[in-house]
């Protein structure tokens, strides 16, 4: 189940890119396009959620002290303890209201995440396994076609079908028997012919045993030939027609690594990780998070390492550039929000929590006998 992440993508996020390659024929200019107006579509959720993080910020200090009070208060009396914290949510928001804006908005950004990781701009595999049985025992075993998920692959510049790899007569083979894999449409259109309509021999399969090379053997047309008894696994890739593509500084969309096999340094994907991580980082820093004292020490500890945590991820875990693009203009995105939202005034409400706050730092700063702490530490104004 893909909680509509496919429909959206093929159905939204396809025809939203169609639309900017239309206009400007880049493939990098349709990635930031698509970013930015996905980004707008799910600004109000968004922005949702960054209030909702700036009021937790000002209240929860005094929301945790009040908790306490009715621990101790009613400790005794878990009903009456329950009816003052419902109480308490109603005074000052339930924390957890901030998260359904997320949640609402989480498919329509893993469809986006989900376009960029597909055709045109990265190779599409395609896994076919394969059951090799002995001659004798092939017989007595009803065959019947095999198919893989359709996925959605790009042709030509702004066309693009639903093909699935086809066996038609089964992955069950017996020794000696040859076959044949097929790539189609989902209205049965072969590959072959689309390559002759649009001419573009770029997106022909490439075919690799994967699993059990001994047992099978596999030509480039992908006919494929039974060895020895046993199981085998088959991929096949259609090229992405704009994986070697480049934008900007970026040298080609599909991309992925850092560094190549050869120890050559990819500047590019380099370049796109420290600057995520240096904007995640900013970004913590105009949103802020809520708590004090110790726990304050703990978050901000937190926050310095959460973006280097990232970065790294993207080291060892390696994405396309386009995708890496989108990450990057998306995170720019965000920053610009949250600081547009944190100049926002506050509730008249909230506004009185902030000064009873900065009255009380700056009393206890006052204090002849306890230690100066520096404002930076002491304000948790917002």
């Known amino acids: 189940m893909d909680f509509g992440i496919g429909f959206l993508s093929n159905n939204v996020m396809l025809p939203i890119l169609d639309f900017f390659y239309g206009i400007v024929p880049s493939y990098g200019f349709a990635i930031v396009a698509l970013t930015l107006v996905i980004r707008f579509a799910v600004y109000p959720l968004s922005a949702g959620q960054i209030r909702n993080m700036r009021k937790m910020k000002i209240t929860q200090p005094l929301m945790k002290e009040r908790q306490e009070e009715i621990k101790k208060r009613y400790k005794d009396d878990a009903a009456k303890q329950q009816e003052e914290m419902g109480k308490l949510m109603q005074e000052f928001g339930n924390p957890l209201a901030g998260c359904l804006p997320l949640l609402l908005q989480m498919p329509i950004l893993f469809a986006l995440f989900a376009t960029l990781r597909g055709s045109p701009f990265t190779d599409i ?20 076609p095999f198919a893989t998920k359709p996925q959605n692959i790009y042709i030509n510049d702004g066309v693009h079908y639903q093909i699935a790899a086809l066996l038609p007569g089964g992955n069950k083979l017996g020794v000696g028997e040859s076959s044949k894999i097929e790539f189609q449409t989902t209205e049965g259109k072969p ?15 490439r075919w690799e045993v994967t699993k059990g090379s001994e ?9 494929l030939e039974a060895l020895e008894v046993g199981t085998a696994t088959i991929q096949g890739t259609i090229p992405g027609i704009a994986a070697n593509k480049g934008f900007l500084f970026i040298k080609a969309l599909g991309r992925t690594g850092a560094v190549t096999a050869d120890g050559t340094i990819n500047w590019d994907i380099l370049v796109m990780v420290l600057f995520f991580g240096i904007s995640l980082y900013v970004n913590q820093q105009i949103s802020g998070q809520p708590g ?12 310095k390492l959460t973006p280097v945590l ?8 390696p994405l396309p550039a386009g995708v890496l693009m989108y990450i990057v203009i998306a995170n720019i995105f965000q920053m610009a929000q949250t600081f547009i939202l944190s100049q926002e005034p506050l509730p008249e409400n909230l506004q009185k929590l902030v000064e009873q706050q900065e009255k009380a730092v700056q009393k206890r700063e006052a204090l002849p006998f306890e230690r100066k702490r520096s404002k930076k530490k002491g304000s948790t104004s917002g």
């Open 125 to 144: 595999n395609y896994t076919v396994d394969v059951q090799i049985f002995p001659p004798e025992q092939i017989e007595n075993i009803q065959l019947a």
């Open 292 to 303: 004090g004292g110790a726990n304050e020490q703990q978050q901000q500890t937190i926050n």
């Open 191 to 205: 590959i072959e012919k689309l390559v002759a309509e649009y001419d573009n021999r770029d997106i022909l399969p």
């Open 215 to 223: 047992r099978l053997q596999i030509q480039e047309d992908g006919t």
């Open 310 to 317: 990232f970065s790294g991820m993207f080291l060892f875990f």
